[in-house]
């Protein structure tokens, strides 16, 4: 066969497997564009609380053997939780929660708790499928070790929120809506550390395949331009 033969099989080849990487880039940003970021990030499923005011007349100071037993401090601050006024102070990576009235250090919040809070800011309608307070950050939330709560939701999206066990705080959310959003995403800048551990490698592959590809269709072109069709 004539070696123009080759050159248009393997032309057809290559523009195939750089196809399905620009398949993926016309998915990806499709969805990113049509579907609202405020949508993706499930900002309609959350209720803003409302701020409560802190009882200042009734404040009482932190207490010296909790301040030594913390130490070192990197914060302290006066907030309201479950209309309660506390103290939440920063140590060692760590958030405790002491009751602003007592001076007490307050326990972990309670499955009861985290879905009476959960359910006080959802938006949404559905009922909540479960509660669990996980050892780590979920994948989705970077894996971080450190506890936190996860609530979920029956609804469509399935709604998940997460909560900081001992402060009770929205820590993030998620929906499917999201989740599909950071796979497309992960495929959209080709980055598969997440699902193959090929981080640069098959951006290299497709670099390598699409010059290729320009190659051989200008090889294909110069043949055309000689009126060799055969």
């Known amino acids: ?98 009751d602003a009235f007592t001076g007490e250090i307050k326990a972990d919040l309670s499955a009861e708790d985290i879905e009476r809070q959960a359910n006080e800011i959802y938006a949404g309608e559905a009922n ?25 939701y029956d609804d469509w999206s399935q709604a998940t929120l997460y909560f900081h066990p001992q402060s009770g705080r929205l820590i993030s959310k998620r929906t499917d809506l999201w989740r599909t959003f950071d796979f497309l995403w992960l495929l959209h800048i080709m980055e598969y550390k997440g699902v193959g551990g090929m981080t640069g490698i098959f951006f290299r592959v497709f670099s390598i395949v699409s010059i290729l590809m320009a190659l051989f269709g200008s090889w294909l072109l110069f043949y055309r331009l000689k009126g060799d069709h055969q």
């Open 1 to 98: 066969m004539k070696r123009i033969f080759w050159l248009r099989k393997t032309h057809r080849w290559l523009a195939l497997i750089a196809g399905i990487q620009i398949l993926i880039w016309s998915i990806s940003g499709l969805y990113m564009t049509v579907v609202d970021l405020d949508i993706i990030h499930g900002d309609h499923l959350v209720n803003e609380p409302n701020p409560k005011a802190i009882e200042s007349g009734k404040i009482q100071p932190i207490a010296t053997q909790i301040i030594e037993q913390l130490a070192p401090i990197e914060s302290i601050k006066l907030k309201v939780y479950f209309a309660q006024s506390v103290y939440e102070i920063r140590s060692n990576k760590k958030v405790t929660i002491v």
């Open 128 to 152: 909540v499928s479960s509660v669990e307070l996980l050892p780590n950050y979920p994948g989705e939330l970077g894996g971080r070790k450190q506890p936190v709560w996860q609530v979920e």
